[in-house]
T-cell receptor, first 113, second 112 residues
Framework: EDQVTQSPEALRLQEGESSSLNCSYTVSGLRGLFWYRQDPGKGPEFLFTLYSAGEEKEKERLKATLTKKESFLHITAPKPEDSATYLCAVQELYGGATNKLIFGTGTLLAVQP | DADVTQTPRNRITKTGKRIMLECSQTKGHDRMYWYRQDPGLGLRLIYYSFDVKDINKGEISDGYSVSRQAQAKFSLSLESAIPNQTALYFC???????????FGSGTRLTVV
């Protein structure tokens, strides 16, 4: 069964304290791995899509990497405004035409000043 | 204007009532989706539509129905709401290759 597991469930950092969030996945074939940011009461906001192992993408203080079994979202010198829930989702290569996303349950990040 | 607009943003309804959640998108995408989010469970797919004439059930479609009124409009209905349908509901859209996946701001539905 296809699965996406995110860890940790919650993470508290001091401003400037770098860390990484993990997303491990099990799918028969990966079409793409997505990272979203979600603020309370709002919809997921797209951050990155990664398509193949070894791929990396960066945006401001965030850097996403991908291997054959997992993805990491590295947060460098975070600021309080980076506080949010970070969601990981995978899209199956052999999922037919659905194009549905299989989501993990997210990591709640709190960055304290 | 937002690429994907959902209305209402919040709704409280009583058990047994019929309710419709609406979604419109300006991305020009053919594919639209309805997801439900519950604490600790992540987002789960309710229904998806490839175009106006092609609608498909997702993994948790029981108790829900949908209507694709136009390429840009996709509504979700709860025919007879029950308390365990209390959740956050998100509409999303993508192109035919599953790219450009964009979500709306969500509807918080409470069934009492």
């Amino acid at each position: 069964e296809d699965q996406v597991t995110q860890s940790p469930e919650a993470l508290r950092l001091q401003e400037g304290e770098s860390s990484s969030l993990n997303c491990s996945y099990t799918v028969s074939g990966l079409r793409g791995l997505f990272w979203y940011r979600q603020d309370p009461g709002k919809g997921p906001e797209f951050l990155f899509t990664l398509y193949s192992a070894g791929e990396e993408k960066e945006k401001e203080r965030l850097k996403a990497t991908l291997t054959k079994k997992e993805s990491f979202l590295h947060i460098t010198a975070p600021k309080p405004e980076d506080s949010a829930t970070y969601l990981c989702a995978v899209q199956e290569l052999y999922g037919g035409a659905t194009n549905k996303l299989i989501f993990g349950t997210g990591t709640l990040l709190a960055v304290q000043p | 204007d937002a690429d994907v607009t959902q209305t209402p943003r919040n709704r409280i309804t009583k058990t047994g009532k019929r309710i419709m959640l609406e979604c419109s998108q300006t991305k020009g995408h053919d594919r639209m989706y309805w997801y439900r989010q519950d604490p600790g469970l992540g987002l789960r797919l309710i229904y998806y539509s490839f175009d106006v004439k092609d609608i498909n059930k997702g993994e948790i479609s029981d108790g829900y129905s949908v209507s694709r009124q136009a390429q840009a409009k996709f509504s979700l209905s709860l025919e007879s709401a029950i308390p365990n349908q209390t959740a956050l509901y998100f509409c999303a859209t993508s192109d035919s290759q599953g790219r450009g996946y964009t979500f709306g701001s969500g509807t918080r539905l409470t069934v009492v």
